[in-house]
């Protein structure tokens, strides 16, 4: 249930249900997804790519490398072999919001979730030639228990082939417990590949099963994951700490509230 002065922020955000369908709303809660082709516009998305590419080349070796869940791996890449990844968006260019602030995305969350949440992370990832590979996974590790934790978005921002490295999801197991004791390369009988064009975008209950691929091709599959969680959780990066203070002087005090940075503020 969400309290009376988060239902303010909504509002102030123009975030109604209204923005999702009622086949949108469908495919939520039976399949835990939906796919929007070509959401973002084609001048948007060479924008997002040109300042992402900007922050990998200042940022350098360098790039990803940031403190979440309690601990750091350090490699050539960042966090992760193979790939190359950008942290802390939010305080890496405005251009950012359109994504984290989006209204239909924050109306999906909200239908999801439904109740006060925040943005946990928003990360950039661009798997690497013959890497990327993920087995069958959820980003909620508990078991179901009749309620959703956590929510995520793909923004693509390359188009996302069978060889590229694209997502795989399996549909309706939002609704069960995280896979666990899977082997590695386990391929599940109704697993999907999400093959879509640059400019799309994912909105999935983060408790589905899903996975990335091999990029086979080499060929850039560059995207963005805004992840969002119930406000009672940890952020896997914490805007309080990491927020600068030139990020906070453009913001209102609802997108704030969003960042989980005035937490007081709906309490």
């Known amino acids: 249930m969400f309290s009376d002065n988060f239902i303010k922020v909504l509002k102030k955000l123009k975030v109604t249900e209204n923005l999702l369908s009622d086949t949108e709303k469908k495919n939520l809660d039976a399949k835990g997804f939906i796919i929007l082709e070509n959401y973002l516009s084609t001048d948007l998305t060479k924008k997002i790519l040109n300042n992402i590419e900007d922050i990998f080349e200042e940022e350098g070796p360098a790039a990803g490398i940031q403190k979440?869940?309690?601990?750091?791996?350090?490699?050539?890449?960042?966090?992760?072999?193979?790939?190359?990844?950008?942290?802390?968006?939010?305080?890496?260019?405005?251009?950012?919001?359109?994504?984290?602030?989006?209204?239909?995305?924050?109306?999906?969350?909200?239908?999801?979730?439904?109740?006060?949440?925040?943005?946990?992370?928003?990360?950039?990832?661009?798997?690497?030639?013959?890497?990327?590979?993920?087995?069958?996974?959820?980003?909620?590790?508990?078991?179901?228990?009749?309620?959703?934790?956590?929510?995520?978005?793909?923004?693509?921002l390359d188009d996302f082939s069978e060889k590229n490295g694209s997502t795989r999801i399996v549909p309706s197991t939002h609704l069960r417990n995280p896979p666990n004791n899977l082997v590695p390369d386990y391929v599940h009988p109704e697993e999907q590949n999400i093959v879509v064009p640059k400019g799309s975008v994912i909105f999935m209950n983060a408790h589905l099963w899903h996975g990335g691929q091999e990029n086979q091709t080499g060929q850039h599959r560059r995207a963005i994951h805004a992840y969002y969680t119930a406000y009672e959780h940890m952020q896997q990066t914490s805007q309080f700490e990491h927020l600068k203070y030139k990020t906070w002087l453009k913001l209102d005090e609802s997108s704030k509230i969003i960042l989980g940075i005035e937490e007081n503020k709906i309490i």
């Not at 030639?129 to 980003?139: F, I, P, T, V, W």
């Open 68 to 156: 979440q869940n309690n601990s750091v791996n350090l490699d050539r890449y960042g966090q992760e072999e193979g790939v190359r990844r950008l942290c802390d968006l939010v305080n890496k260019g405005e251009i950012f919001k359109n994504i984290y602030l989006d209204k239909k995305l924050l109306s999906a969350v909200a239908y999801v979730l439904k109740r006060d949440f925040k943005l946990s992370s928003l990360n950039a990832r661009d798997v690497l030639k013959g890497k990327g590979y993920q087995s069958l996974h959820a980003d909620w590790k508990l078991n179901y228990d009749g309620n959703f934790h956590v929510f995520n978005s793909i923004w693509i």
